[in-house]
């Protein structure tokens, strides 16, 4: 009895599993794009990527209003360390809240609740002290990283725009991999710290494979 709850247990799919969710995910893409040409694999990769893009921000637009003590556990979207990267010289692009995807995470309830409001009447300001942002190439992925509940308004509303560093992660494609819940270092096998959520480490293979497939 409890070994047919326990199998009940590990296969009940309203629980997140990362490393579940991401072979999955993978699983499904690789079959999909199995007897496609080249042009073929790309499409396919692109829709699919569009679709994660999607749910991954209006997840994190909603998971506090779902429930107040929603808390992401992140120290970093990528592990940068393997980057030869100087915030100080990156490129300052514009990012077009209305249609980039735009990873905000709202963290408190009565922040958000009182910005929704505000602009609900007045137009989204980009402020420059408070609004922090990395735009990561080849993923064409905005994260914000200060100024997450005005600016998480602005992408519900479809207002305004917000300044990024670009940031080229290309690079790490030949350093480090995923299993969905975990970065690794490449050749030792070294775990780096955990994926904030298993669908970035999905995007993260799925810019892996069209990159690859651009350059081929």
Partial sequence: MFEKLL?????????????????????????????????????????????????????????IIYNPDNMLNRNSWFPQQYLNYDSSSAQIIEVDLSTACVIAYPWNSRRYEKMIKILAREDFKYDKTNHFA????????????????????????????????????????????????????????KKVFDVPDFRIAILFEIARMKYKLQIN
């Avoid at 993978?26 to 073929?40: S, V």
């Avoid at 519900?156 to 690079?171: E, F, L, M, R």
């Avoid at 494609?173 to 030792?188: L, P």
Wanted: with cysteine; net charge neutral.
């Fill in 134 to 189: 990395e735009y990561y190439v080849p993923l064409d992925i905005c994260f914000i990283t200060n100024g997450h509940h005005s600016i998480a308004a602005g992408c519900g509303y479809k207002k305004g725009s917000i300044k990024a560093k670009q940031v080229d992660i290309t690079p790490l494609f030949e350093k480090i991999y995923t299993d969905g819940q975990s970065w690794y270092e490449c050749g030792t096998g």
């Fill in 7 to 63: 199998r009940k247990k590990n296969t009940d799919v309203s629980d997140v599993a990362p490393k579940r969710e991401f072979h999955f995910a993978l699983g499904f893409i690789k079959k999909a794009i199995e007897d496609e040409d080249r042009e073929g694999k790309i499409e396919i990769l692109s829709f699919v990527e569009k679709l994660l893009k999607e749910d991954l921000r209006s997840d994190m637009l909603t998971k």
